[in-house]
Protein backbone atom coordinates (compact mmCIF):
# COMPACT_ATOMS: atom_id res chain seq x y z
CA UNK A 1 0.00 0.00 0.00
CA UNK A 2 1.16 3.45 -0.99
CA UNK A 3 0.74 6.86 -0.16
CA UNK A 4 0.28 9.80 -1.61
CA UNK A 5 1.04 13.04 0.43
CA UNK A 6 0.21 16.78 -1.08
CA UNK A 7 -0.76 19.92 0.10
CA UNK A 8 -3.26 21.86 -2.24
CA UNK A 9 -5.14 24.12 0.59
CA UNK A 10 -5.89 27.53 1.24
CA UNK A 11 -3.02 29.96 0.13
CA UNK A 12 -3.55 32.12 3.53
CA UNK A 13 -1.62 28.96 5.11
CA UNK A 14 1.51 29.52 5.68
CA UNK A 15 3.22 26.18 7.60
CA UNK A 16 0.31 23.11 7.28
CA UNK A 17 1.12 19.78 8.93
CA UNK A 18 0.09 16.60 7.09
CA UNK A 19 -2.68 14.95 9.01
CA UNK A 20 -1.01 10.93 8.88
CA UNK A 21 2.09 10.47 10.70
CA UNK A 22 2.55 7.02 9.98
CA UNK A 23 3.87 6.10 5.73
CA UNK A 24 6.26 3.27 4.14
CA UNK A 25 9.24 3.37 1.93
CA UNK A 26 6.47 3.46 -1.10
CA UNK A 27 5.01 6.56 -0.04
CA UNK A 28 5.70 9.22 -2.65
CA UNK A 29 5.86 13.15 -1.61
CA UNK A 30 4.62 15.69 -4.17
CA UNK A 31 6.01 19.42 -3.32
CA UNK A 32 4.31 21.75 -5.78
CA UNK A 33 6.07 25.11 -6.89
CA UNK A 34 6.21 27.86 -4.02
CA UNK A 35 6.51 25.47 -1.46
CA UNK A 36 8.47 23.54 0.58
CA UNK A 37 8.39 20.03 2.94
CA UNK A 38 10.04 19.63 5.60
CA UNK A 39 10.23 15.67 6.80
CA UNK A 40 10.56 14.79 10.20
CA UNK A 41 12.03 11.28 11.69
CA UNK A 42 12.39 10.67 15.67
CA UNK A 43 11.25 14.24 15.94
CA UNK A 44 14.40 15.44 14.28
CA UNK A 45 14.13 17.63 10.91
CA UNK A 46 15.93 15.23 8.43
CA UNK A 47 15.77 16.78 5.20
CA UNK A 48 13.98 19.67 3.65
CA UNK A 49 12.57 18.99 -0.16
CA UNK A 50 11.61 21.68 -2.83
CA UNK A 51 9.24 21.47 -5.56
CA UNK A 52 9.02 17.97 -7.19
CA UNK A 53 8.30 14.30 -6.78
CA UNK A 54 9.97 11.83 -4.09
CA UNK A 55 9.99 8.39 -3.35
CA UNK A 56 10.06 8.40 0.75
CA UNK A 57 13.16 6.13 1.00
CA UNK A 58 16.68 5.63 2.21
CA UNK A 59 17.76 6.64 -0.85
CA UNK A 60 16.11 10.51 -0.69
CA UNK A 61 16.26 10.47 3.00
CA UNK A 62 19.29 8.49 4.90
CA UNK A 63 18.02 9.02 7.94
CA UNK A 64 15.09 6.22 7.28
CA UNK A 65 18.21 3.35 6.84
CA UNK A 66 17.68 2.92 10.68
CA UNK A 67 14.16 2.86 10.11
CA UNK A 68 13.03 0.61 7.34
CA UNK A 69 13.24 -2.90 7.48
CA UNK A 70 14.95 -4.30 3.96
CA UNK A 71 14.74 -7.90 4.25
CA UNK A 72 10.29 -7.56 4.15
CA UNK A 73 10.71 -5.01 1.49
CA UNK A 74 8.23 -2.71 2.61
CA UNK A 75 8.33 -0.85 6.15
CA UNK A 76 6.25 1.17 8.22
CA UNK A 77 7.94 4.11 9.81
CA UNK A 78 6.65 7.17 12.00
CA UNK A 79 7.75 10.59 10.69
CA UNK A 80 5.97 13.78 10.48
CA UNK A 81 5.58 16.42 7.11
CA UNK A 82 5.52 19.66 7.11
CA UNK A 83 4.63 22.02 4.26
CA UNK A 84 5.73 25.33 4.10
CA UNK A 85 4.12 28.05 1.51
CA UNK A 86 6.94 30.52 0.32
CA UNK A 87 4.28 32.40 -2.17
CA UNK A 88 4.22 35.80 -1.24
CA UNK A 89 0.94 36.65 0.13
CA UNK A 90 -0.77 40.48 -0.30
CA UNK A 91 -2.49 42.76 1.74
CA UNK A 92 -2.14 41.32 4.99
CA UNK A 93 -4.27 43.49 7.21
CA UNK A 94 -2.69 44.98 10.57
CA UNK A 95 -3.63 47.33 13.35
CA UNK A 96 -2.96 48.70 16.64
CA UNK A 97 -5.18 47.50 19.46
CA UNK A 98 -5.82 50.34 21.07
CA UNK A 99 -4.97 54.19 20.58
CA UNK A 100 -1.13 56.26 19.66
CA UNK A 101 -1.27 59.50 22.49
CA UNK A 102 0.83 62.39 21.38
CA UNK A 103 1.22 65.99 21.26
CA UNK A 104 -0.21 66.75 17.69
CA UNK A 105 3.98 69.42 16.86
CA UNK A 106 2.27 72.16 14.78
CA UNK A 107 -0.91 72.86 16.98
CA UNK A 108 0.41 71.82 20.11
CA UNK A 109 -3.14 69.73 21.05
CA UNK A 110 -3.03 66.19 22.55
CA UNK A 111 -4.67 63.85 19.97
CA UNK A 112 -4.75 60.27 19.30
CA UNK A 113 -4.15 58.33 16.46
CA UNK A 114 -5.30 54.85 15.21
CA UNK A 115 -2.76 53.00 12.82
CA UNK A 116 -3.82 50.38 10.28
CA UNK A 117 -2.75 49.11 7.11
CA UNK A 118 -1.75 46.44 5.05
CA UNK A 119 1.36 44.89 4.35
CA UNK A 120 3.11 41.86 2.07
CA UNK A 121 4.35 38.60 3.88
CA UNK A 122 6.62 36.09 2.36
CA UNK A 123 8.95 33.08 4.50
CA UNK A 124 12.37 33.46 3.83
CA UNK A 125 13.52 30.40 5.80
CA UNK A 126 11.14 27.84 6.27
CA UNK A 127 12.57 25.21 8.40
CA UNK A 128 13.25 28.00 10.99
CA UNK A 129 9.75 29.16 10.84
CA UNK A 130 8.61 26.05 11.92
CA UNK A 131 10.97 25.01 14.15
CA UNK A 132 10.82 28.93 16.30
CA UNK A 133 6.80 29.57 15.79
CA UNK A 134 5.25 26.22 14.91
CA UNK A 135 6.37 23.47 16.70
CA UNK A 136 4.23 20.45 17.06
CA UNK A 137 1.23 22.77 16.11
CA UNK A 138 -0.21 21.58 13.21
CA UNK A 139 0.27 24.71 11.19
CA UNK A 140 -0.42 28.13 11.13
CA UNK A 141 -1.47 31.35 8.67
CA UNK A 142 -1.90 34.69 9.36
CA UNK A 143 -5.11 34.06 10.58
CA UNK A 144 -6.29 31.27 13.14
CA UNK A 145 -9.47 30.70 11.49
CA UNK A 146 -8.59 29.59 8.18
CA UNK A 147 -7.42 25.56 9.30
CA UNK A 148 -8.77 26.01 12.44
CA UNK A 149 -5.12 26.13 13.95
CA UNK A 150 -4.64 26.97 17.72
CA UNK A 151 -1.81 29.94 17.34
CA UNK A 152 -1.79 33.01 14.07
CA UNK A 153 0.50 34.61 13.56
CA UNK A 154 -1.44 37.92 14.01
CA UNK A 155 -1.64 37.27 17.46
CA UNK A 156 2.45 35.99 17.68
CA UNK A 157 3.57 39.54 15.83
CA UNK A 158 0.91 42.14 16.97
CA UNK A 159 2.67 42.72 20.02
CA UNK A 160 6.15 43.85 17.98
CA UNK A 161 4.04 45.80 15.60
CA UNK A 162 1.86 47.54 18.03
CA UNK A 163 5.46 48.36 19.99
CA UNK A 164 7.47 49.61 16.98
CA UNK A 165 4.36 51.67 15.56
CA UNK A 166 3.32 53.28 19.32
CA UNK A 167 7.19 53.92 19.79
CA UNK A 168 7.97 55.41 15.93
CA UNK A 169 4.98 57.18 14.76
CA UNK A 170 4.29 60.07 16.91
CA UNK A 171 8.76 60.47 16.43
CA UNK A 172 8.05 60.45 13.06
CA UNK A 173 5.36 62.70 12.80
CA UNK A 174 6.75 65.16 15.24
CA UNK A 175 10.48 65.09 13.74
CA UNK A 176 8.86 66.00 9.97
CA UNK A 177 6.97 68.77 11.17
CA UNK A 178 3.39 67.06 9.77
CA UNK A 179 0.28 68.84 10.47
CA UNK A 180 -1.88 66.24 11.46
CA UNK A 181 -4.79 67.19 9.18
CA UNK A 182 -1.84 66.44 6.35
CA UNK A 183 -1.06 63.14 7.86
CA UNK A 184 -2.21 60.99 4.66
CA UNK A 185 0.09 63.44 2.27
CA UNK A 186 2.62 61.49 4.03
CA UNK A 187 1.47 57.95 4.54
CA UNK A 188 4.27 56.93 2.37
CA UNK A 189 7.23 57.74 4.17
CA UNK A 190 5.84 56.94 7.48
CA UNK A 191 5.04 53.39 6.15
CA UNK A 192 8.74 53.30 5.26
CA UNK A 193 10.08 54.79 8.48
CA UNK A 194 7.46 52.11 10.29
CA UNK A 195 8.83 49.34 7.99
CA UNK A 196 12.22 49.97 8.51
CA UNK A 197 11.11 49.57 12.47
CA UNK A 198 9.31 46.49 12.18
CA UNK A 199 11.04 43.96 9.92
CA UNK A 200 13.75 43.28 12.06
CA UNK A 201 11.40 41.28 14.41
CA UNK A 202 9.63 39.74 11.51
CA UNK A 203 13.59 38.61 10.11
CA UNK A 204 14.27 37.51 13.85
Known amino acids: ISELIKYEGDNSTFIWKYPNEDFNNMTEL ?49 CEVYFINK ?50 MKGIAWGAE ?11 FRPLITTAVKSNLPVAIKNKNIDIVDVDQHLEELSEGLRECIIPGFEE
Do not use: C
Open 30 to 78: IVHENQEAVFFANGQAADTFGPGRYKLDAENIPLLSKMINVVTGVSVFH
Open 87 to 136: TVQMAVKWGTDSKVRFVEPTMGVPVELGASGEMNLAISDGRKMLITVVGT
Open 146 to 156: PEGFTKSLQAS
